[in-house]
């Protein structure tokens, strides 16, 4: 069992800049793949990125390349995910996820319970 706990989320004006982190439990962490997906309300819960267990292969969403950056350490058991340039439609609840095979492009088998980012114009 593995268990994700996000922190780093808050209101920030758009341009600004936050880091999520994601703490996990577990040693097996370090062999899966992990990503972060978020909901904005009213809409469904979309991809952002993938990281792969080694943390040499990452996937991003369209909507955020060029400003997030994703990387882990798998030493600390942790995920980040720093976001920069934000922007309104960023605002949503940020759900880190650990897939235990393959990148976590499409869901994964363990989840978070979300952190709020908030994205002010």
């Known amino acids: 069992q593995v268990q994700l706990v996000e922190s780093g989320g808050g209101l920030v004006q758009a341009g600004g800049s936050l880091r999520l982190s994601c703490a996990a439990s577990g040693r097996i962490f370090r062999s899966y793949g992990v990503g972060w997906f978020r909901q904005a309300p009213g809409k469904e819960r979309e991809f952002v990125v993938a990281?792969?267990?080694?943390?040499?292969?990452?996937t991003y969403a369209d909507s955020v390349k060029g400003r997030f950056t994703i990387s882990r350490d798998n030493l600390k058991n942790m995920v980040y995910l720093q976001m920069n340039s934000l922007k309104p439609e960023d605002t949503a609840v940020y759900y880190c996820?650990?897939?235990?095979?393959?990148?976590?492009?499409?869901?994964?088998?363990?989840w978070g319970q979300g952190t709020q980012v908030t994205v002010s114009s």
């Open positions: 996820v650990a897939k235990i095979s393959g990148m976590a492009v499409t869901g994964g088998d363990y």
């Open positions: 990281i792969s267990w080694s943390g040499g292969s990452t």
